[in-house]
């Protein structure tokens, strides 16, 4: 089975203004509707936006910068 991560910075939101938002929004719910396990990182302290088939995790912002750190100090690891 396919499974698709999306990471996003704010809310899922589609009646928003912002072309990122609408376009993970559809093209996850789009994905889950053909049958792919599609998970929505959403980094943000409001609470998520509920996809239709999608799960959507909320990372508040201290977690995420720790995690980029993280991802990070790997990243120069591995290169160097």
Not at 11 to 23: E, F, L
Not at 40 to 64: C, H
Request: charged share 20%.
């Amino acid at each position: 089975m396919l499974r698709v991560a999306h990471v996003l910075l704010g809310r899922c939101n589609p009646d928003s203004a912002n072309g990122v938002d609408k376009t993970v929004y559809y093209l996850a719910r789009a994905q889950a509707s053909l049958g792919t396990s599609v998970r929505i990182f959403s980094i943000t302290p409001k609470e998520p936006i509920p996809v239709p088939g999608v799960e959507v995790l909320t990372i508040k912002r201290m977690r995420a910068n720790l995690l980029a750190l993280r991802v990070e100090s790997k990243w120069r690891r591995i290169t160097s």
